[in-house]
């Protein structure tokens, strides 16, 4: 079996347990190109009928504006139903005040908004677009994740998943993540993107955008939440961007590729993990993910 | 670009993470960036273990816990390396992460006789049919490279193994450090003419042939008007009479993963519509030639939650789809990583081919009632019909 048959045919089955063992879950749309995927793969999984899964949008308020029309389309188009929820609430109603930082991240505070959100809706799972190619916690991650009832991942205590027999059933409180796209690599993603003609938000492709010069390199999009100081550099480049997440924590890529076959192209020059390239919010600690993930991160 | 699954396992120092890395390395699958994290951590040099321990807790004892899952990829082939714990304390981790693997590449300290827990790893893999095994004897470059070293790890290996008809074996030597016969094959063992560990790989054929004479279908479930399942084994076809131990099924307007379409092949993802007497239910298994029930088994087991005391237990147990109550017989205290034999009986009969229970393709899970863990894995030896 070919590699994209075979990963399509895994998550599809994964999404389908996922289905068939829950009573209510619910699939994280980011509008990021892994849950783009994940609503395609849903989409075969049930079809001639519908998607049994309502969408849960975790909104940092720090989206990029190309990200929330493209997640509007998509929902009305495909007929689908979604719940958007706010950190910006979640925040509020917990009294946290807004990072001071240069760069203020609400990327860890998702938690929040999402533990919330399982609350309220009584979500016993949760569909992520979660890699284990992503990072090295993940790479540990199980593929029906358990969560007892404070939302918490236990690391060392992990059902065990032999002939990839998913183990879905929990007490009234508890929830599980669920990762159809656990065994995919970012090149997996792009190359089956480039099969289905799947659509993407135009973020992902080259384009000509103001960011603002860190002293490693980086660029970020200059965007209305960074704290701009005298020193720093705006420019010019033509970039795009290899993550989708909050505006404050996500590095764009200087970048000349304007079709899912250029951006293939350029991946397989890259010599650059994606988290590496992108996401300040890993730079800080080599435990980021798992720490993150322990409280209830995605 | 095909797919294949393999899983290293070793005893703890036998230097299983170094090969992984080297693995990595030398076949230029790791980023710029991770590597200048692991050269900053190893002081100068990579620390190739830390690229797969990945838990803060790994890190700070120093050895593997759980089950890692890396990924490279060649001009043919998509590898998911799945990296087992050696630690006899995870044993259920490594066969749980060995179970869904094709090849499996058990490392051997050149060093030292071998330990009663590389004897455990290689029951593992005899319990678990893996097709292939690659036995790599490590550190040759601390033996100076002789044969005769290579030879004794050799005889002791095949006293402890008794692999079954459909299992092959490859002797590797290697020095995962210097590198030699992981990626590439070097000079330094001349009295070697095999293939390097990666070349081992890479010559194993693709999806062995399916020797099922019977098609299998199983249902995973119901949605308004469809019935959702997968092909177990054989051909699905539109066009077949599927049977049960008691009725017959026509399928109309069938759907291979999502698509419209009559045919598909095993681990395929079908749906289609349901007629309008509705015999179906999730777990239940549909052949070309009606399947059996039972209700009486024999199971060889991994335990894999607490301690039990010998007495009668009872238990959530699935296969495949299928959930029923399972009442084990437990004739002696089990721990831990024991694997064992026993007899079980089930609430409601489970469909079943014969021919399958003989190929060892039965797996089950057993799962708590209470916690809702899953605290045993198998394969059923034997139905009573």
Known sequence: ?298 | MRILKVFTCGNVDDGKSTLLGRLLLDSDSISVDILHQLTEQGGGVPNLALLTDGLRAERSMGITIDVAYKFFTTKQTKYILVDTPGHQEYTRNMYAGASECEVAVVLIDALKPIEAQTRKHLEIMQALSINHVIVAVNKMDAVGFEQAVFLERQSEVKAVLNLLENQRLHWIPISALAGDHVVKRTQVMPWYTGPSILECLESIPQDPVDPSTNSLIEIQGLVKGYAYGKVVQGTFSASTTWKNSIHTLEIKESYVNGVPCENAHPGDQIAFQIPEEPTLKRGQQWAAEAPLQFTECTVELCWMGEAMEPGTLEFILRRGTAERRARIALPKRINPNDIQHLDMSLSAPIDVLMERIQANQERIILIDKTTNATIAAGIIKTIVI
Request: with cysteine; glycine share 6%.
């Open chain 1, 1 to 298: 079996m070919d590699h994209l048959q075979y990963l399509e045919t895994e998550a599809i089955e994964i999404l389908r347990e996922t289905a068939f063992q829950f009573e209510r879950p619910v699939l994280l749309f980011s509008g990021g190109k892994d849950s783009i995927c994940m609503v395609h793969l849903a989409r075969l999984a049930f079809a001639p009928n519908p998607i049994p899964f309502t969408l849960l949008h975790i909104d940092t308020g720090h989206n990029f504006a190309e990200t929330l029309t493209f997640r509007d389309e998509l929902v009305h188009t495909m007929g689908l139903s979604i719940e958007v929820r706010s950190v910006t609430q979640a925040m509020r109603k917990r009294e946290i005040a807004e990072p001071k930082a240069k760069f203020p991240s609400r990327n860890s505070m998702q938690s929040f908004a999402l533990l919330d959100a399982i609350q309220e809706l009584n979500i016993d799972a949760c569909i992520g677009g979660g890699r284990r190619d992503e990072d090295k916690a993940r790479a540990k991650e199980r593929i029906f994740s358990f969560r007892d009832q404070e939302g918490t991942w236990n690391p060392l205590s992990q059902r065990p998943e032999p002939w990839n027999m998913l183990n879905g059933r929990i007490n009234p409180g508890e929830n599980v993540r669920v990762f159809p796209l656990s065994n995919w690599t970012e090149l997996d993603v792009w190359s089956y993107i480039q099969r289905e003609q799947i659509a993407l938000p135009s973020l992902y492709f080259a384009h000509e955008r103001l960011c603002l010069a860190l002293p490693d390199g980086a660029l970020m999009a200059y965007n209305p939440y960074v704290r701009l100081e005298s020193t720093d550099v705006l420019i010019e480049r033509s970039v795009r961007f290899r993550t989708i997440g909050d505006m404050t924590c996500t590095a764009a890529i200087p970048s000349m590729a304007g079709s899912v076959e250029e951006v293939i192209a350029e991946l397989n020059q890259t010599q650059i993990s994606e988290r590496g390239a992108t996401r300040l919010d890993d730079r800080i600690s080599e435990a980021g993910m798992e720490d993150r993930k322990r409280q209830g991160y995605f």
